[in-house]
Nanobody
Framework: EVQLQASGGGSVQTGGSLRLSCAVS????????IGWFRQAPGKEREGLSC???????HYSDSVKGRFAVSEDSAKTTVYLQMNSLKPEDTAVYFC????????????????WGQGTLVTVSS
């Protein structure tokens, strides 16, 4: 059974940092790309970052330079380090698995975790 579980969300002030984790089981990150998306109330799911099978990383313009995606050596957990957080980063954050890395659209992602809430106050 394929499972992704996102965790690490919480409340921080503007300028703060959080590290999200995505625990992956049932599939190997050596075979799937893992992407991070977020969804704010009333908005579409937005792609943020992705780490491919080769370890190559991709970022959307909205988070480039502030967020960093990485994975552990066992390829069972993918992290999203979020720095310099802003109130507009407030959303539910999801991790998903896809055959190909993409931050353009949630289409192509076959599996999703349950989401973790990030709240950034001014």
């Amino acid at each position: 059974e394929v499972q992704l579980q996102a965790s690490g969300g919480g409340s921080v002030q503007t300028g703060g940092s959080l590290r999200l984790s995505c625990a992956v089981s049932g599939i190997g990150t050596g075979h799937y790309a893992i992407g991070w998306f977020r969804q704010a109330p009333g908005k579409e799911r937005e792609g943020l970052s992705c780490i491919g099978v080769s370890g190559a990383t991709h970022y959307s313009d909205s988070v480039k330079g502030r967020f960093a995606v990485s994975e552990d050596s066992a390829k069972t957990t993918v992290y999203l380090q979020m720095n310099s957080l802003k109130p507009e980063d407030t959303a539910v954050y999801f991790c998903g698995a896809a055959l190909f890395c993409s931050t353009k659209s949630p289409e192509g992602y076959n599996y999703w975790g349950q989401g973790t809430l990030v709240t950034v106050s001014s």
